[in-house]
């Protein structure tokens, strides 16, 4: 009797050694593992103290990640804000969108588009803010603030859903509205109104959907606050310092919404130029 | 030992129930289970008897689908493309563009934007062609076409990458050309050469980043084909019916790749209005 207990406890130990793949299913090494162990180490049954030696050497090491941006551009901002959320560490590099270095030649051979951000994560390269954010908040997925849900198809599907509709109904007139009457004025040039007009209505189409929404839901895709609303905090930022404000102002829920998004620590960080200039940085 | 063999085999069977939660981990349940079972099953080492039930039933069952749309809708075309790729069966429901049904309260009532694609999976409803895609492509993940790699993080970033460049680089001008060149003769109207004129440099920069890149790879993201090159098809299909088509032609890695993707079953289905109004129609 004495050895079936033995072989048996044997066959269990092969049989966890077996079936505990950790990462592998996603083509994850040990250095992408999340570091808030103690949240993610709970949700894993199989060999928690082997989760929390790997959790603990991933939240002591440098993550390696480069960005080159600029700490006054909205994609740049974008990305900033979902490694702060994160508590990522990274080493910015920065291209002066001043002097139009994101058109030189030592900027196009990092991205032939010559638009910044980049991430470079070792060998990989990524351009658009909204994709690195996206990698980012899969990869770092249990880590800190959860900016997408990976657990459920649906709710997966609703938070896509409203990230495109932020690409594609929100960003469009709210990047010519912050063009004209923030960057423009930042820069001394005056807005043309005519395009102002054409354009705030269309804003405001978005923005009535918006608030529907938000009557019934803390959040665009959800209760919680996820990659969704994070996307728009560049042009809202913006446009809360010109008059196009009451557009979101004069609709209770948007304002309740924008007051919270906008008030996040990990978002007055991304605006705040110090922190940027104050990290390491590298010539490139 | 006769016990003791039945105890390892008692013990092996035990840890095989437990550890096999199939796609319970997604939060998925077994009517989301792949159809292309030969494929699916095996790649699944365990019970590999009940994934082809699993399958089998998938397969033989009504997806319950509903897709708003129009059959001559570019992104509605988007959506059917991933249906055909992944072989899923779906309503058809007409939403007429010409007489502008998409803007008149019944369908507000179902999109409050007032756009078309809208897909209905029982009670989650999806808008933006790009998330709906993504969602049958994460849904049904394992089913004929391989859509998106959820294998590999940084394989998962690149496809989310050239993704959001075809929205936000390739899309604008292509949109802006296929509504001059081939939208607007459709419907008597006069393209707007100005218009047009001030376009085609702003995508002829965009191929020309696309040409460099397809010289070295089959499709934009990998040498597979992925929903990153899928995304484009809608514009390019309107665009080789224009004298735009020289742009994609006069780029040889870039025409073979249009090649390539429009030449897929799929989204030759895709373009078949036949095939939407053959389908069992709904009214709504």
């Given at each position: ?8 406890s044997f066959?269990?130990v ?7 793949e950790?990462?592998?299913?996603m ?5 992408d593992?999340?570091t808030?162990?103690d949240?993610?180490?709970n ?5 928690r103290?082997?989760c929390y030696?790997?959790c ?11 960005l080159?941006g600029?700490?006054y551009?909205?994609?740049t901002?974008?990305?900033l804000?979902?490694?702060y959320?994160k508590?990522?560490s990274f ?7 001043r002097s139009?270095?994101?058109k030189k030649p030592?900027?196009l051979?990092i991205n032939?588009f010559g638009l910044?951000?980049?991430?470079v994560?070792?060998?990989l390269k ?5 994709a ?17 849900n ?7 599907g609703?938070?896509t859903m409203w990230?495109?509709i932020?690409s594609?109904?929100f960003?469009p007139p ?6 004209e009457?923030?960057?423009k004025?930042?820069?001394g040039?005056k807005?043309?109104y005519?395009v ?10 978005v ?5 529907e929404?938000l009557k019934n839901?803390s ?5 919680n ?5 994070l996307?728009?905090?560049?042009n809202?930022?913006?446009l809360?310092?010109?008059p196009?404000k009451r557009?979101?102002?004069?609709r209770p829920?948007?304002h309740?919404?924008v007051?919270?998004?906008?008030a996040r620590?990990a978002?007055?960080k ?9 990290k ?5």
């Amino acid at each position: 009797m004495g050895s079936s207990i033995l072989l048996v406890s044997f066959a269990l130990v092969v049989m966890i050694l077996i079936s505990y793949e950790p990462y592998s299913w996603m083509g994850v090494n040990a250095s992408d593992v999340p570091t808030s162990c103690d949240h993610y180490c709970n949700q894993t049954f199989e060999s928690r103290h082997q989760c929390y030696k790997w959790c603990e050497e991933s939240a002591h090491k440098d993550h390696g990640y480069k960005l080159y941006g600029y700490p006054y551009s909205a994609n740049t901002r974008r990305v900033l804000a979902v490694l702060y959320e994160k508590g990522l560490s990274f080493d910015p590099i920065t291209v002066d969108l001043r002097s139009g270095e994101q058109k030189k030649p030592r900027f196009l051979a990092i991205n032939p588009f010559g638009l910044i951000p980049v991430l470079v994560d070792r060998d990989l390269k990524l351009f658009e803010s909204r994709a690195i954010s996206q990698y980012l908040a899969t990869v770092h997925r249990s880590t800190c603030t959860q900016l997408l849900n990976h657990k459920s198809y649906k709710k997966m599907g609703t938070e896509t859903m409203w990230m495109y509709i932020e690409s594609f109904e929100f960003d469009p007139p709210a990047s010519i509205l912050t063009q004209e009457l923030a960057i423009k004025p930042l820069v001394g040039q005056k807005p043309d109104y005519k395009v102002v007009n054409e354009t705030k209505p269309l804003l405001e189409k978005v923005l009535d959907i918006y608030e529907e929404r938000l009557k019934n839901s803390s959040f665009l895709a959800s209760n919680n606050f996820t990659l969704a609303d994070l996307f728009h905090l560049p042009n809202i930022q913006y446009l809360m310092g010109t008059p196009a404000k009451r557009l979101f102002e004069n609709r209770p829920s948007v304002h309740r919404w924008v007051a919270a998004i906008t008030a996040r620590p990990a978002w007055k960080k991304a605006c705040d130029v110090k922190a940027w200039y104050g990290k390491k940085m590298n010539g490139y």
